[in-house]
C-alpha cells in the first residue's frame, strides 16, 4: 500500500515542528545554566557563614596546619659592647616551632546579621620540627625588664628616669642575661616583674616576663564580623516569619526597632559593609589604647581617624568572597596591636587552583602625623622610624615595637646599627594567598619581629644601650597547605565544575543548533518538491500495475488536456 503525497507532507511538518521544539528547548536550558550559573548556587548554599554550613562546620575548628616558628637573637659580645667597643652583634638561632590550633567558641548568629565569637588558640612545641629543645639550649639576651622600664620612665620625664635609676640600682639586675629560650619566649623569673605585681596587680597580672607569652596572651576576647548580605537577608526573612506568626503586633515592632536598628545604623555609613569584616570588638568598633572614644564623645569626630577604627577589619580567618585584584585587605591581631594593611601583589596557582598573593604593604610600619591611617601611632607628636609599629600601649606600656624581620621595608638605619641582620624578600616579607572565590587563605606567611627600643642615658650601667632598637625575636606564623578534603572540594568546585558546566552548556547550544538546522533543512527540502507538478496520470500510465478502475480513469482523462491515457501491460519474464 503506496503512502499518499498529503501524509507525507503532514508527517514532515509534524518532525519538523518536533526538531525545532527540542532545539529551542535544549538552547533554553544552555541559556537558563548561564543566567543561574547551578556551580555558584552551590558554593552561596554550602560555602556562606550560617548555622551548620560547610563553612561554618570549617570555621569553628579550622583543620589547618598552622605553625610558628620562632627565631631568637643571640647577643655574641656582651662584654665588648658594654664596655662600649664594638656594636652589638647577634647571631639567629631556629627555628624553634609551635603548632597553633584555633577554635572558635561561643558562635552565636545575631538578629542584626553579624556573628559573635571567641577565638581560642593554643601552642604546643614540635620538636621535630625545632633545630634544639628550648628548655636546654641557652642563649644571651638583653634585660627586657630593666631595659624596658628603664626606657618607659626616661619617656615620662627626666626625674622619673633617674628616680628609677635608684629604685632599681639595688636590685643588682644584670643588663644582659644568660637564660634558656624557652625562659625567653614563655617567661623568666624577674624581680622587677613580681615587685611590679605585687603592687599592681590589675595592671600587671602575671609573675614571669616572656616575649610569646604577652604575644600570645589575647585572654577571651568577643569579636562581632558582618555576615554578607544574602545571610543577613535570609535570618532577617526568618525572624520576620517568627515574629509575624507568634508575636503579637505591637511587641513584633518594638522587635523590628530594637533588632535592625543596628543594621539600619550601619547602611547609612559612608562605606558599604564589607562581608566577614569586624564590625565590634570586645563591644568596642575602635582601639581604646589608640585614642578610640565611643561614638557620643563630645570630641569623637576629631580622636576616631581610620588609624584607631577596626570596622572594615579583618581577623584573617575568613575573607569576603570574588576578590578583586584591587582589595587591600586590613588584617588584626590581638598581638599586633593595629592593623596591617595587605594589598595584591601577583596571581598565580596552589595545587592546581587559583590564587591571589598578598603581602603586607610597605607602608605597614609607618607612622605620620599628617596621615590619618597612621597618625594615631605617634606619642606626643612623636613618630617612630620607618618600619617601626608602637606596641608599647599592649606591652604595659614598655617601649617595644614591631615590624617585619630584621627590619626589611623599614629605615636602612636599623639594620645598619646592629651587627648579623641582612634583610631578605623571600625569608622576611609576609605573604597571604587566598582563593579569590571563596575568600579563604590557602597558605600563609606571616613574618614579625619584636624588637626593645631603648633610650637610657641618663644611667650610666646603661649607656651602650641608649637610642638602639635591639632585635628580639622574629616569628613566621604559616599555613603551608590545606587538607586534601579541601583541596578536593576547591578542585571540584573551581577547578572541575566549571569546565563541565562549560562543556554541558556547549553540548546543549550545540545540540539546539543543530536541531533547528536540521529543521530548517527538512522544510527546505519538503518545499522544494512541492514546487513540482503532481499529474496523476502519469502516475497511471508509468506505472506497472493499473488499479485505477476505469470510470475513475475517464474522469482524470479530462484534466490530461485531451491526451488519452493508454493502459500499459505489465511485463514479466519468464524465466522458466
Same mark, same amino acid.
Given at each position: 500500500?503506496?503512502?499518499?503525497?498529503?501524509?507525507?507532507?503532514?508527517?514532515?511538518?509534524?518532525?519538523?515542528?518536533?526538531?525545532?521544539?527540542?532545539?529551542?528547548?535544549?538552547?533554553?536550558?544552555?541559556?537558563?545554566?548561564?543566567?543561574?550559573?547551578?556551580?555558584?548556587?552551590?558554593?552561596?548554599?554550602?560555602?556562606?557563614?550560617?548555622?551548620?554550613?560547610?563553612?561554618?562546620?570549617?570555621?569553628?575548628?579550622?583543620?589547618?596546619?598552622?605553625?610558628?616558628?620562632?627565631?631568637?637573637?643571640?647577643?655574641?659580645?656582651?662584654?665588648?659592647?658594654?664596655?662600649?667597643?664594638?656594636?652589638?652583634?647577634?647571631?639567629?638561632?631556629?627555628?624553634?616551632?609551635?603548632?597553633?590550633?584555633?577554635?572558635?567558641?561561643?558562635?552565636?548568629?545575631?538578629?542584626?546579621?553579624?556573628?559573635?565569637?571567641?577565638?581560642?588558640?593554643?601552642?604546643?612545641?614540635?620538636?621535630?620540627?625545632?633545630?634544639?629543645?628550648?628548655?636546654?639550649?641557652?642563649?644571651?639576651?638583653?634585660?627586657?625588664?630593666?631595659?624596658?622600664?628603664?626606657?618607659?620612665?626616661?619617656?615620662?620625664?627626666?626625674?622619673?628616669?633617674?628616680?628609677?635609676?635608684?629604685?632599681?640600682?639595688?636590685?643588682?639586675?644584670?643588663?644582659?642575661?644568660?637564660?634558656?629560650?624557652?625562659?625567653?619566649?614563655?617567661?623568666?623569673?624577674?624581680?622587677?616583674?613580681?615587685?611590679?605585681?605585687?603592687?599592681?596587680?590589675?595592671?600587671?597580672?602575671?609573675?614571669?616576663?616572656?616575649?610569646?607569652?604577652?604575644?600570645?596572651?589575647?585572654?577571651?576576647?568577643?569579636?562581632?564580623?558582618?555576615?554578607?548580605?544574602?545571610?543577613?537577608?535570609?535570618?532577617?526573612?526568618?525572624?520576620?516569619?517568627?515574629?509575624?506568626?507568634?508575636?503579637?503586633?505591637?511587641?513584633?515592632?518594638?522587635?523590628?526597632?530594637?533588632?535592625?536598628?543596628?543594621?539600619?545604623?550601619?547602611?547609612?555609613?559612608?562605606?558599604?559593609?564589607?562581608?566577614?569584616?569586624?564590625?565590634?570588638?570586645?563591644?568596642?568598633?575602635?582601639?581604646?589604647?589608640?585614642?578610640?572614644?565611643?561614638?557620643?564623645?563630645?570630641?569623637?569626630?576629631?580622636?576616631?581617624?581610620?588609624?584607631?577604627?577596626?570596622?572594615?577589619?579583618?581577623?584573617?580567618?575568613?575573607?569576603?568572597?570574588?576578590?578583586?585584584?584591587?582589595?587591600?585587605?586590613?588584617?588584626?591581631?590581638?598581638?599586633?596591636?593595629?592593623?596591617?594593611?595587605?594589598?595584591?601583589?601577583?596571581?598565580?596557582?596552589?595545587?592546581?587552583?587559583?590564587?591571589?598573593?598578598?603581602?603586607?604593604?610597605?607602608?605597614?610600619?609607618?607612622?605620620?602625623?599628617?596621615?590619618?591611617?597612621?597618625?594615631?601611632?605617634?606619642?606626643?607628636?612623636?613618630?617612630?622610624?620607618?618600619?617601626?609599629?608602637?606596641?608599647?600601649?599592649?606591652?604595659?606600656?614598655?617601649?617595644?615595637?614591631?615590624?617585619?624581620?630584621?627590619?626589611?621595608?623599614?629605615?636602612? /638605619?636599623?639594620?645598619? $646599627?646592629?651587627?648579623?641582620?641582612? !634583610?631578605? =624578600?623571600?625569608?622576611?616579607?609576609?605573604?597571604?594567598? @587566598?582563593? %579569590?572565590?571563596?575568600?579563604?587563605?590557602?597558605?600563609?606567611?606571616?613574618?614579625?619581629?619584636?624588637?626593645?627600643?631603648?633610650?637610657?642615658?641618663?644611667?650610666?650601667?646603661?649607656?651602650?644601650?641608649?637610642?638602639?632598637?635591639?632585635?628580639?625575636?622574629?616569628?613566621?606564623?604559616?599555613?603551608?597547605?590545606?587538607?586534601?578534603?579541601?583541596?578536593?572540594?576547591?578542585?571540584?568546585?573551581?577547578?572541575?565544575?566549571?569546565?563541565?558546566?562549560?562543556?554541558?552548556?556547549?553540548?546543549?547550544?550545540?545540540?539546539?543548533?543543530?536541531?533547528?538546522?536540521?529543521?530548517?533543512?527538512?522544510?527546505?527540502? /519538503?518545499?522544494?518538491? $512541492?514546487?513540482?507538478?503532481?499529474? !496523476?496520470? =502519469?502516475?497511471?500510465?508509468?506505472?506497472?500495475?493499473? @488499479?485505477? %478502475?476505469?470510470?475513475?480513469?475517464?474522469?482524470?482523462?479530462?484534466?490530461?488536456?485531451?491526451?488519452?491515457?493508454?493502459?500499459?501491460?505489465?511485463?514479466?519474464?519468464?524465466?522458466?
Amino acid at each position: 500500500m503506496t503512502t499518499s503525497p498529503a501524509f507525507t507532507m503532514v508527517s514532515k511538518r509534524k518532525r519538523v515542528v518536533k526538531l525545532c521544539c527540542l532545539g529551542v528547548l535544549f538552547i533554553t536550558l544552555a541559556y537558563a545554566i548561564i543566567v543561574i550559573d547551578p556551580t555558584e548556587v552551590i558554593v552561596e548554599d554550602k560555602l556562606s557563614m550560617y548555622e551548620g554550613s560547610y563553612l561554618n562546620r570549617l570555621w569553628k575548628k579550622p583543620p589547618l596546619e598552622v605553625f610558628i616558628s620562632i627565631y631568637v637573637f643571640n647577643v655574641t659580645n656582651p662584654e665588648a659592647f658594654m664596655r662600649g667597643e664594638e656594636r652589638l652583634r647577634v647571631q639567629e638561632i631556629g627555628p624553634y616551632v609551635y603548632q597553633e590550633f584555633l577554635e572558635h567558641r561561643n558562635s552565636t548568629f545575631n538578629p542584626n546579621g553579624t556573628l559573635s565569637f571567641v577565638p581560642v588558640r593554643r601552642q604546643v612545641f614540635v620538636p621535630e620540627r625545632s633545630v634544639g629543645d628550648p628548655k636546654e639550649d641557652r642563649i644571651m639576651i638583653p634585660n627586657i625588664a630593666l631595659l624596658g622600664v628603664s626606657s618607659a620612665a626616661y619617656r615620662m620625664s627626666t626625674f622619673a628616669a633617674f628616680a628609677v635609676a635608684a629604685a632599681l640600682k639595688p636590685l643588682g639586675m644584670a643588663p644582659i642575661l644568660n637564660i634558656t629560650t624557652h625562659d625567653l619566649l614563655w617567661g623568666y623569673d624577674d624581680p622587677l616583674v613580681r615587685i611590679a605585681s605585687t603592687l599592681l596587680p590589675d595592671i600587671i597580672h602575671f609573675q614571669k616576663l616572656g616575649v610569646l607569652d604577652r604575644m600570645f596572651d589575647d585572654g577571651y576576647d568577643t569579636v562581632t564580623i558582618n555576615l554578607p548580605e544574602s545571610v543577613r537577608n535570609q535570618q532577617r526573612d526568618n525572624e520576620d516569619s517568627i515574629i509575624d506568626d507568634e508575636i503579637p503586633d505591637e511587641l513584633a515592632d518594638s522587635l523590628h526597632e530594637e533588632y535592625y536598628h543596628d543594621m539600619i545604623t550601619q547602611s547609612k555609613r559612608e562605606e558599604p559593609i564589607r562581608d566577614y569584616s569586624i564590625d565590634v570588638w570586645n563591644g568596642s568598633p575602635g582601639l581604646a589604647h589608640w585614642g578610640y572614644v565611643a561614638k557620643d564623645h563630645w570630641d569623637a569626630d576629631r580622636r576616631n581617624t581610620p588609624c584607631n577604627t577596626l570596622q572594615g577589619s579583618y581577623d584573617g580567618s575568613v575573607f569576603p568572597r570574588n576578590i578583586s585584584k584591587t582589595e587591600v585587605f586590613k588584617v588584626y591581631r590581638k598581638a599586633f596591636c593595629r592593623t596591617l594593611p595587605i594589598a595584591f601583589e601577583r596571581e598565580g596557582e596552589v595545587d592546581g587552583i587559583k590564587a591571589y598573593w598578598f603581602s603586607i604593604q610597605e607602608n605597614a610600619f609607618e607612622s605620620s602625623i599628617d596621615d590619618p591611617y597612621t597618625s594615631c601611632y605617634c606619642k606626643n607628636n612623636q613618630c617612630l622610624p620607618k618600619g617601626l609599629g608602637d606596641l608599647s600601649p599592649c606591652w604595659y606600656n614598655i617601649p617595644v615595637a614591631v615590624s617585619l624581620p630584621h627590619f626589611y621595608k623599614g629605615d636602612p /638605619s636599623l639594620s645598619q $646599627a646592629i651587627d648579623g641582620l641582612s !634583610p631578605n =624578600k623571600e625569608k622576611h616579607d609576609a605573604v597571604i594567598i @587566598m582563593q %579569590p572565590q571563596l575568600g579563604i587563605p590557602m597558605k600563609a606567611n606571616i613574618r614579625v619581629q619584636i624588637s626593645l627600643l631603648t633610650n637610657v642615658s641618663f644611667n650610666s650601667e646603661l649607656r651602650p644601650f641608649h637610642n638602639t632598637v635591639i632585635p628580639l625575636i622574629w616569628a613566621e606564623m604559616s599555613l603551608e597547605k590545606l587538607t586534601p578534603e579541601l583541596i578536593l572540594l576547591l578542585n571540584l568546585l573551581f577547578g572541575i565544575a566549571p569546565y563541565l558546566q562549560t562543556g554541558f552548556v556547549c553540548v546543549l547550544a550545540l545540540l539546539g543548533a543543530s536541531l533547528l538546522a536540521t529543521a530548517a533543512l527538512v522544510l527546505l527540502c /519538503s518545499n522544494e518538491v $512541492a514546487t513540482f507538478e503532481y499529474d !496523476p496520470r =502519469k502516475s497511471i500510465r508509468y506505472s506497472t500495475v493499473n @488499479m485505477i %478502475p476505469y470510470p475513475l480513469r475517464k474522469e482524470l482523462e479530462k484534466y490530461g488536456e485531451g491526451e488519452i491515457i493508454r493502459r500499459e501491460p505489465l511485463l514479466i519474464e519468464n524465466s522458466a
